[in-house]
């Protein structure tokens, strides 16, 4: 059964940093795509950023050049830098696999049980 772990999340201020991870188990994790969304209340979980098995990488327009995804397959982990954070990126995060980025936050992947990250002004 495939688990993804999260952490990292926090409160920072407007202009800060934080890095997610994503511990993956259960799974030949190094071919799987990885991918990391994001759900703020009241609105629909949508795709921030994503990584291959082949490492490469596609990002949501809101958060391309802050952002950065990046994994490690010898920790079966996944990261989420992201710099100049803005209130607007407050939301819960959440990871996710699939066996191809065409199938990630489909039925077909499996979700992580998210990570809050709120960013004050």
């Known amino acids: 059964q495939v688990r993804l772990v999260e952490s990292g999340g926090g409160l920072v201020q407007a202009g800060g940093s934080l890095r997610l991870s994503c511990v993956g188990s259960?799974?030949?994790?190094?071919?799987?795509?990885m991918g990391w969304y994001r759900q703020a209340p009241g609105k629909q979980r949508d795709l921030v950023a994503a990584?291959?098995?082949?490492?490469?990488?596609n990002y949501a327009d809101s958060v391309k050049g802050r952002f950065t995804i990046s994994r490690d397959n010898a920790k079966n982990t996944v990261y989420l830098q992201m710099n100049s954070l803005k209130p607007e990126d407050t939301a819960v995060y959440y990871c996710n696999a699939a066996s191809s980025s065409r199938f990630l936050g489909q039925g077909l992947s499996s979700w992580g049980q998210g990570t809050q990250v709120t960013v004050s002004s």
């Open positions: 990584i291959t098995s082949s490492r490469s990488t």
């Open positions: 259960g799974m030949i994790f190094s071919t799987n795509a």
